[in-house]
């Protein structure tokens, strides 16, 4: 609740906007963004209210209240908009059915609508800025000042990133602001522009080492609300 209070005081004027997307706020001395720690309490919930149910998840109404849990806060991150987040937020409960005692009639449900959400999504919910960063993001030549600009800007800078980077303030992209929000939308080419090909294959393998731990933790977990906390941990990384 206290996650979604916060989410929801984003959207009013104490909300700030950045790069188009009302998703943050000001504390003073920096900006936070809200839904990356309601991440957390989204995962803690979630869980919480699976664990608790049981085997009583294969009815179908606690499956659909679980999955409100996820997309309360995924409908409120996409009104700002930030479609980046609230994808985030999909892999979240698309991990954590996986691990749900539930019906395998509605995870099938669940997988055949996922095509005719996406239709729909397309058609109705993504404006038409998201729309053509979409389709940029697999052809940015086709716009290269336009969309494709921050993409292709990004590519420069993971190559001049070189095998052992450029030091700590990046590279040129990073130190021209080439590269819009380079601390998230662009964290990983601005890092190659740190540390280059060798620390950005540290950074891969630190990653793959993250998500198998989580994985290893759920397959220990002494219980139920352990596992999905593990699971929905490694569908977020």
């Known amino acids: 609740a206290a996650g979604l ?17 009302q998703n943050w706020l000001n504390v003073g001395f920096t900006l ?49 908009p930030d479609l980046g987040q609230t994808m985030v937020y999909i892999a979240i409960w698309l991990s954590a059915i996986l691990a749900m005692r539930t ?7 669940t997988a055949i609508s996922l095509p005719f959400l996406a239709i729909f999504a397309w058609q109705f919910v993504l404006q038409p800025y998201q729309k053509t960063r979409l389709m940029v993001s697999f052809d940015p030549d086709s716009d290269q000042l336009g969309g494709g600009y921050q993409i292709l ?10 095998i052992f980077g450029e030091g700590i303030r990046g590279g040129t992209q990073s130190t021209l602001n080439l590269l819009g929000v380079a ?13 280059g090909f060798v620390g950005m294959i540290g950074l891969m393998v630190a990653m793959v080492i993250l998500i198998w731990r989580c994985l290893a933790i759920a ?7 352990g596992q999905m906390i593990a699971i929905s941990a490694a569908g977020m990384f």
């Open 32 to 80: 936070i963004q809200p839904s990356e720690f309601t991440k957390i309490t989204t995962i803690l919930a979630l869980s919480a209210f699976v664990a608790g149910q049981g085997a009583e998840m294969r009815r179908f109404s606690n499956f659909v209240i679980a999955a409100l849990i996820v997309a309360l806060p995924s409908v409120l991150i996409l009104i700002g």
């Open 103 to 109: 019906s395998k009639v509605w995870i099938a449900i």
């Open 219 to 225: 397959e220990i977990a002494r219980d139920h609300f």
């Open 183 to 195: 601390e998230s939308d662009f964290i990983f080419a601005h890092a190659s522009g740190m540390f």
């Open 153 to 162: 800007q990004a590519r420069t800078a993971i190559g001049a990133g070189g």
């Open 5 to 21: 209070f916060i989410l929801l005081v984003v959207q009013t004027p104490l909300g700030v906007e950045v790069a188009g997307a």
